[in-house]
């Protein structure tokens, strides 16, 4: 017998902070193993950032930048 599918706004919620937090330690391990450095201003904008776009746009540019400011920019 299948269950009935759950949907809830809540579990939408804990679902993308896994994808968020995933693609924040997909990206610092790319940056680390092109080695590169984070100051801790990037690392702060990296780890509070909640926008899966802007992260995944950050690891694509990471996996061919020869330095962090490549990455982001003016940020």
Known sequence: MASPKFHSTFVDGLLQQGEVKS?????IKVIRARGLELTKAQRTLVTSCADLSQLTTWF?????AKTT????GAH
């Open 23 to 27: 693609k924040v330690e997909d990206l």
């Open 60 to 64: 694509d540019q990471a996996l061919d």
């Open 69 to 72: 400011d490549e990455i982001f």
